[in-house]
């Protein structure tokens, strides 16, 4: 728990500053009536790191989209009736000039049984912790000497 005025990290008293009441440490509380000790936890939990999914389409998409309708047996036509797109899709999907979306790799790998989307898993950088810490009141007012 930290000072409601400087930020300063550690044991916190419930003080009377200016008409509010806030939890300051013992530095700050000579700027107000000291009232009594706060008796909640002071204890800093830190959160899970996070875990991230991207969704990526494999980089040579063109040539196993194009293998495996060549394996079916089909041409470009039959195979843009089968999956309900122009032929100029699959076209341009086979010639590597259009990449698919992923609910249309989605479809193909369906349809061709082949892998086309690729899931990729990131975990979350935690940010690090800066020196100035949080904005507290301390920092929107000039305190009087």
């Known amino acids: ?15 009377l500053i200016e008409g509010s009441r806030l ?3 013992s530095g700050c509380g000579k700027h107000g009536k000291i009232l009594a000790r706060p008796t909640f936890s002071q204890k800093k939990t830190s959160a899970p790191a996070k875990i991230e999914t991207a969704e990526t389409i494999v980089s040579d998409s063109a040539e196993r989209i194009r293998k495996a309708r060549e394996k079916s047996g089909t041409t470009q036509a039959e ?3 089968k ?3 122009k ?3 699959i076209q341009k999907l086979e010639n ?11 479809k193909l790998e369906k ?6 989307v690729e899931i990729e898993k990131e975990e979350a950088a935690e940010k690090p912790s800066t020196k100035a810490g949080p904005l507290t009141i ?8």
Not at 111 to 116: V, Y
């Open 138 to 145: 301390g920092d929107l007012i000039k305190i009087k000497k």
């Open 1 to 15: 728990m930290g000072c409601d005025l400087c930020g300063k990290e550690g044991p916190v008293l419930a003080a």
């Open 23 to 25: 939890n300051v440490c």
């Open 87 to 89: 032929e100029s899709v």
């Open 96 to 106: 590597g000039s259009l990449t698919p979306s992923i609910p249309l790799a989605r």
């Open 83 to 85: 999956i309900n797109e």
């Open 111 to 116: 349809l061709l049984r082949i892998t086309l």
């Open 79 to 81: 195979f843009a009736l």
